[in-house]
């Protein structure tokens, strides 16, 4: 089972920031949480991942809650391109934790 | 590089068969797992593996072998093929955790008729 819960979908105008909420109650202290996104029937893409800071790379940024239950992936500047699901994941260290469930993600649509 | 390596891309088959879909990395990662994804759902994972020699079940496991011979090969086995593994497959790997991303294959579909 998934370990974390997504609304289905959001919207947002292209070159406004899109806000991506993600729930992970159940983290434990050693897991990463992680954000892939999919672009119709393609493989998922990774963009970011977190353990406890804040990250931010070229694609995106991570916020994650002071008691980690909960991150948000912003893209700062959506642009069409950027329609896709996205998938919040929460990934162990080892064995049977270090496996990578998706669930279903949200679907996010940028509008003209 | 070549990445994750899934063949082949396409492939047909009748019910009862039996067929092996091949996954290869050559990044040296110790992580590998397949995926199986149908229309309107996301990914749900089948099998994984942490290292040579060691495999685990995912969510979906029935109807489908793995094994870890090698740390670049994850080959899937179908045994006897069902209509209701019709479905694109994903291979994927991945450094140890927290050091990077996934890599995905580029999926392969599969009809079962």
């Known amino acids: 089972d998934a370990k974390t819960t997504q609304p289905p979908s959001m919207d947002c105008a292209e070159g406004r920031a899109a806000n991506l909420p993600c729930n992970h109650s159940?983290?434990?202290?050693?897991?990463?949480v992680y954000w892939y996104r999919q672009i119709h029937s393609q493989g998922p893409q990774y963009i970011i991942h977190?353990?406890?800071n804040n990250e931010t790379n070229e694609m995106a940024s991570l916020i994650i809650t002071e008691d980690r239950k909960s991150s948000t992936l912003i893209l700062p500047h959506a642009t069409l391109r950027d329609t896709a699901v996205y998938y919040c994941i929460v990934r162990g260290l080892t064995g049977a934790n270090s496996k990578l469930t998706f669930g279903k993600g949200i679907t996010l649509s940028v509008r003209p | 590089n070549a990445g994750v390596t899934q063949t082949p891309k396409f492939q047909v088959l009748k019910t009862g068969q039996s067929m092996t879909l091949q996954c290869a990395q050559d990044?040296?990662?110790?992580?590998m797992s397949w995926y199986r994804q149908d229309p309107g759902m996301g990914l749900r994972l089948i099998h994984y593996?942490?290292?040579?020699?060691?495999?685990d079940q995912g969510e979906v496991p029935n109807g489908y072998n793995v094994s870890r011979s090698t740390t670049e090969d994850f080959p899937l086995r179908l045994l006897s093929a069902a209509p209701s593994q019709t479905s694109v497959y994903f291979c994927?790997?991945?450094?140890?955790?927290?050091?990077?991303?996934?890599?995905f294959g580029e999926g392969s579909r599969l009809t079962v008729l």
């Open positions: 977190g353990l406890k």
């Open positions: 159940t983290i434990s202290g050693n897991e990463y």
């Open positions: 593996s942490v290292g040579a020699g060691i495999t």
């Open positions: 990044m040296n990662h110790e992580y």
């Open positions: 994927a790997s991945s450094r140890p955790v927290g050091t990077g991303e996934l890599f």
